[in-house]
T-cell receptor, first 112, second 115 residues
Framework: AQSVTQLGSHVSVSEGALVLLRCNYSSSVPPYLFWYVQYPNQGLQLLLKYTTGATLVKGINGFEAEFKKSETSFHLTKPSAHMSDAAEYFCAVSTGFQKLVFGTGTRLLVSP | AAGVIQSPRHLIKEKRETATLKCYPIPRHDTVYWYQQGPGQDPQFLISFYEKMQSDKGSIPDRFSAQQFSDYHSELNMSSLELGDSALYFC??????????????FGPGTRLTVL
């Protein structure tokens, strides 16, 4: 079985500060890992994904994540937060062409 | 680029009524997934279809059924609605072509409110 743990239901940063959203996974087989963003009353938008290959993955809107197998982590980072980054972020895992198992989400708050 | 289409976007029903949610996947996507997201919750997998056959089943109540049609659109049928069924229902589609990495593209969701 697979699972995802997102540490911190809420993360607050100032505009221009580093964003770090944590995600740890559990999987008995090599995982596919995803980060999705959800703005209020909207659907889920894919930020980035890791399947195979390079462990540092770059996504949209300046976000990136690094797959660390030894730490079973896939933390999401952005060097400089923007007000428009305020949203709910979900980490998810699958084993390829299978259902996504989501974490409980982290709400990112950005203050001016 | 074409996206996943879901209809209706909003639906209000009374308890014990039925509801039908529709999903139109991205063209040439042959796999459809359904997820339920309760208020303040993460999305939970309900059911999926590949080439019109059910491929996986999650925590979907027996009151719910779904199918995928020959044009690859899918419908989620919900009967004997309960207050707890109030949620955002997402459909996602993906191509099964092995030359492409597995990515699920989500629709905007249908917000179901049961009164």
């Amino acid at each position: 079985a697979q699972s995802v743990t997102q540490l911190g239901s809420h993360v607050s940063v100032s505009e221009g500060a580093l964003v770090l959203l944590r995600c740890n996974y559990s999987s008995s087989v090599p995982p596919y890992l995803f980060w999705y963003v959800q703005y209020p009353n909207q659907g889920l938008q894919l930020l980035l994904k890791y399947t195979t290959g390079a462990t540092l993955v770059k996504g949209i809107n300046g976000f990136e994540a690094e797959f660390k197998k030894s730490e079973t982590s896939f933390h999401l980072t952005k060097p400089s937060a923007h007000m428009s980054d305020a949203a709910e972020y979900f980490c998810a895992v699958s084993t390829g062409f299978q259902k996504l198992v989501f974490g409980t989400g982290t709400r990112l708050l950005v203050s001016p | 680029a074409a996206g996943v289409i879901q209809s209706p976007r909003h639906l209000i029903k009374e308890k014990r009524e039925t509801a039908t949610l529709k999903c139109y996947p991205i063209p040439r996507h042959d796999t459809v997934y359904w997820y339920q997201q309760g208020p303040g919750q993460d999305p939970q997998f309900l059911i999926s279809f590949y080439e019109k056959m059910q491929s996986d089943k999650g925590s979907i109540p027996d009151r719910f059924s779904a199918q995928q049609f020959s044009d690859y659109h899918s419908e989620l049928n919900m009967s004997s609605l309960e207050l707890g069924d109030s949620a955002l229902y997402f459909c996602a589609s993906s191509p099964r072509d092995s030359s492409l990495t597995d990515t699920q593209y989500f629709g905007p969701g249908t917000r179901l409110t049961v009164l």
